[in-house]
């Protein structure tokens, strides 16, 4: 098992980090990003959330053996105020979302993210989760697959695939994620597969639907900019533009003065932001593109509270 963190060095520094502060791993994964916060801290304390408990039980392995200043929350990040308030934390000094898939969760086949990979078609982050991508694929309706593949995966040929879907499936359930990768390429013309994997798209809009990815990306961010101290910062790796787009409009809208004030010759206290933003997308330097395949669609963006 091996996952190397994307951004590391750019996340570190921009989450300036404080030895008595308090840190939040919002997607502590296998602890990559949070070995780094934690060996920073002296006073301070570190609390990462996940759902996938191979992850919480290899994270804690390797945290262990570098401070006891740590707590591991078995939990999705939309419910941050909730559980951090079970700890009576209600302020903290940074936090970090790194969205998308690990590439151990990719590699682990079973899991069924992978569309290089045969397996059952799942693609949960948290496997206690009802839904899982071959409910989402035998079971929605013609109009739910091609919104979700539209919406999610930006698919030019949803109709075509939703069709073939709801074809292939009244033979038989659609149970592998090869099964579904052969449907996807029979929906799409030989020139549209040239450039990438054709099911990519597909797998990726699953994805989304299976986790609802972007409503929890959405209820947690709002939390964790509320969470911030002065002073305090929120770094966000996104991976894909939908991702990137939402963390965008989400820190501008708390970063700028609203419309109807911009013209005033005095803005009140209250109108004035309470953030700032630190920087609007970094990406991965040349020597990083070249060692970690993950880093290629990796965009970094950072905000500040500010008062």
Do not use: W
Not at 36 to 43: A, F, G, H, P, Q
Not at 281 to 306: F, K, M, P
């Amino acid at each position: 098992m091996y996952h190397k963190s994307v951004l590391l060095k750019e996340v570190i520094e921009n989450m300036q980090i404080k030895e008595n502060g308090i840190y939040v791993d919002a997607t502590l994964g296998y602890a990559g990003h949070s070995s780094e916060i934690l060996s920073r801290l002296k006073n301070g304390h570190l609390y990462g959330f996940d759902q996938d408990d191979f992850a919480i039980l290899k994270s804690d392995e390797k945290l262990k053996t570098i401070s006891p200043n740590y707590t591991i929350i078995r939990s999705n990040f939309s419910n941050l105020k909730e559980r951090l308030n079970d700890y009576h934390v209600d302020k903290i000094d940074g936090i970090l979302f790194d969205l998308g898939v690990s590439s151990v969760q990719i590699d682990e086949k079973d899991r069924g993210f992978s569309f290089h990979k045969d397996a059952r078609l799942d693609m949960r982050m948290d496997t206690k989760s009802p839904l899982s991508a071959y409910e989402v694929v035998n079971n929605y309706s013609y109009q739910d697959l091609v919104r979700i593949l539209k919406n999610y995966g930006e698919e030019k040929y949803a109709t075509s695939i939703a069709r073939n879907i709801e074809k292939e499936r009244t033979n038989h359930p659609i149970e592998t994620t090869f099964q579904l990768v052969e449907i996807v390429k029979k929906s799409m013309p030989y020139k549209a597969m040239r450039d990438s994997h054709p099911a990519r798209k597909t797998f990726q809009a699953i994805r989304i639907e299976v986790n609802h990815e972007l409503e929890v990306l959405k209820i947690g961010l709002e939390q964790a900019l509320d969470l911030l101290a002065p002073g305090g910062r929120c770094c966000v790796i996104s991976f894909h533009s939908l991702e990137d787009k939402m963390v965008k409009n989400i820190f501008k809208e708390h970063s700028s003065i609203p419309d109807k004030m911009k013209n005033l010759p005095y803005l009140p206290e209250e109108y004035q932001p309470k953030y700032k933003i630190i920087t609007s997308g970094i990406t991965a330097s040349q020597a990083e593109l070249e060692e970690n395949y993950r880093s290629h669609s990796a965009r970094l963006r950072v905000i500040e509270r500010i008062k």
